[in-house]
Every structure is written in structure tokens, then in C-alpha cells.
């Protein structure tokens, strides 16, 4: 249970510091609702390595599509 814990807290950073780059309080708060963590970090935390990225997923396709303008625009 520790080390889910330690995941769960190591994750929840990584999305805050995100969170913490984009402007968009409502973008934040659809992330937030929407945002699913999957891929290659989850062995690496369990093997005690530092994850060399972190793939994130969305519940839906307007939160997708919000997280995709929001970038384009600031492109």
C-alpha cells in the first residue's frame, strides 16, 4: 500500500506542476475531472526508476479537444 500511496502522490505532483502552467482556471478544472494516467511510468516507479514521461489520457472528447485548442492557441 505504501508504494501506491508514493505513486499516487509522485503522479498527483507531476499533474499539479502542469496544472500550474496553464492559465485557463476552467481548462484546470476539466483536466482535473478528466485526466487518466496510464503507460510506462507505473512500471518504472514499481522498479524504483524515475519515469521518463507520463502518459496522460481523457475521460472525454470535449476535454481532448479543450486541452488541444488551449495549446494550439498558445502556439
Given at each position: 500500500?505504501?508504494?501506491?500511496?508514493?505513486?499516487?502522490?509522485?503522479?498527483?505532483?507531476?499533474?499539479?506542476?502542469?496544472?500550474?502552467?496553464?492559465?485557463?482556471?476552467?481548462?484546470?478544472?476539466?483536466?482535473?475531472?478528466?485526466?487518466?494516467?496510464?503507460?510506462?511510468?507505473?512500471?518504472?516507479?514499481?522498479?524504483?526508476?524515475?519515469?521518463?514521461d507520463?502518459?496522460?489520457?481523457?475521460?472525454?472528447k470535449?476535454?481532448?479537444?479543450?486541452?488541444?485548442?488551449?495549446?494550439?492557441?498558445?502556439?
Amino acid at each position: 500500500m505504501a508504494l501506491i500511496k508514493t505513486m499516487n502522490k509522485i503522479i498527483g505532483k507531476k499533474i499539479a506542476d502542469w496544472l500550474g502552467t496553464i492559465t485557463d482556471k476552467e481548462l484546470c478544472k476539466l483536466i482535473k475531472e478528466n485526466i487518466v494516467i496510464t503507460g510506462g511510468c507505473f512500471p518504472s516507479m514499481i522498479q524504483n526508476e524515475t519515469p521518463k514521461d507520463y502518459d496522460c489520457y481523457f475521460k472525454t472528447k470535449e476535454a481532448t479537444k479543450k486541452v488541444a485548442e488551449y495549446y494550439v492557441k498558445a502556439w
